[in-house]
């Protein structure tokens, strides 16, 4: 570690846990949406069971959320989009926080439709949904907000070189 | 971040159009074959149901399904009451019917039936009367 600078011995830690936190969050997206792509009709019963929006908007939700699932899952792995997949994703955990907390409070018994579209005999554990999707959510928000400063270092630096 | 989001629009919307041609998810503007809670005729004839009619008294006692209740909206407790009796002898489907597909009366009254009788298999008619007559 001798010949390690301070500076990169500081900075190595987070962005070791950044990667893993990208990994972990790319993993459950590319997962979760698999099965719902597979099956778009159980995954619309799904939807519907949320009662909050039914019949054919609940069927384009169907088939346009697991592929937007799946391409902000690989787009936070591919660096020219990583940016705009994160904020992607960053905003659907909110949703899927409001809905299962929706769910929660008027007590359905629900399929989440998280990473199975087919109905579980168990009912759902809504506590733990909300505190995975929170979990996901900080991962997100800190992949973010690190993409934010690389993206304006890499700015000042452009701009002190060009001066 | 404009053009994050576009390369991800495109690429969501590039996989929406390949589930629609793979036969993946059905198309979203075509009607549906069914709605939830409907049944088709030959089904409900194929599970021996309980028919419950909907329609005016002029109408049942002019013509009704085999066996049909006649089911008064304005009188719910006597019509329930005559369900109930039918049904816990013999539990069995309830099929609502009204005239048409078009009527929203035996939509209405099943969603209350589903309300009354939690533990009943409550269906609506696809078609209503008409698809009888057909």
């Known amino acids: 570690m001798a010949g390690i600078s301070p500076r990169i011995r500081s900075t190595a830690l987070p962005a070791y846990l950044l990667l893993v936190g990208r990994l972990v969050l790319s993993a459950a997206f590319i997962m979760a949406a698999l099965p719902k792509i597979q099956d778009p009709v159980a995954f619309g019963v799904s ?24 391409v ?54 809504y506590l733990w949904l909300i505190l995975r999707n929170v979990g996901l959510l900080a991962a997100c928000f800190c992949v973010l907000i690190r993409d934010w400063q690389n993206s304006e270092q890499g700015t000042l630096r452009e701009g002190a070189s060009t001066s | 971040m404009l053009r994050d989001l576009c390369i991800i629009l495109v690429l969501t919307a590039t996989g929406i159009v390949y589930s629609l041609i793979a036969g993946l998810s059905p198309l979203p ?48 407790d006597q019509g329930l009451f005559e369900l109930m009796n039918v049904w816990l002898v013999q539990p069995r489907p309830i099929v609502v019917y009204c005239g048409s597909e078009s009527c929203d009366t035996s939509q209405r009254i099943a969603e209350r039936l589903r309300g009354s009788l939690p533990n009943a298999e409550i269906y609506r008619l696809k078609g209503g009367w008409d698809a009888w007559q057909e």
Do not use: M
């Not at chain 1, 020219?80 to 994160?86: K, T």
């Not at chain 2, 089904?43 to 085999?66: G, M, N, S, T």
């Open chain 1, 47 to 70: 939807v519907e069971a949320y009662r909050v929006i039914t019949g054919k908007l609940a069927i384009w939700i169907a088939l346009a959320l697991p592929w937007l699932e799946l």
């Open chain 1, 72 to 125: 902000t899952g690989f787009g936070l792995l591919i660096p020219q989009i990583r940016r705009g997949s994160a904020l992607i994703i960053v905003l659907l955990l909110i949703l899927f926080i409001s809905l299962h907390g929706s769910a929660w409070a008027r007590g359905l018994d629900i399929n989440c439709g998280c990473f199975s579209v087919h109905a579980s005999d168990k009912a759902p554990d």
């Open chain 2, 29 to 76: 503007w075509a009607e549906p074959v069914l709605e939830a809670g409907e049944i088709h005729l030959a089904e409900a004839q194929a599970l021996k149901v309980i028919w419950v009619d909907v329609r005016a008294i002029e109408e049942f006692e002019k013509c009704h399904l085999p066996d049909a209740l006649l089911f008064n909206e304005d009188d719910w």
